[in-house]
């Protein structure tokens, strides 16, 4: 399987699960994936939510920020992943001067 984001339309969503500020993303899914590439504008945040559907991985391609998983403080980067698993509640802001960009895969898990 190829998925070419380029043939997805973007979608501005503002304020993800209550969050602030805007973010732009072309995503892909089915029954058993999701996945995003995601652009967080500076000062946006993805607000505090529980991963009900599978392990929600995101990996940083640059820009700079935070992830928040059940409490836990995690610096993002370019070139690192976070990963909230299923059953974790998560948060992600932006405390960049740029955009954080991140590809976002969430895989369904049936447990």
Known sequence: MIIDFKEINEVTIPGMNDGTGTMAVRMYH?????IVFTTLHPGGSIGLHTQTNGDDMNYVISGSGKAFCDGKEEILRAG??????????H??????????VLLTVVAARDD
């Open 30 to 34: 089915d029954e058993r994936y999701r």
């Open 91 to 100: 948060s992600i802001v932006n405390t960049g001067e740029e955009d954080l």
């Open 80 to 89: 690192v992943m976070h990963i909230c698993p299923k059953g974790s509640a």
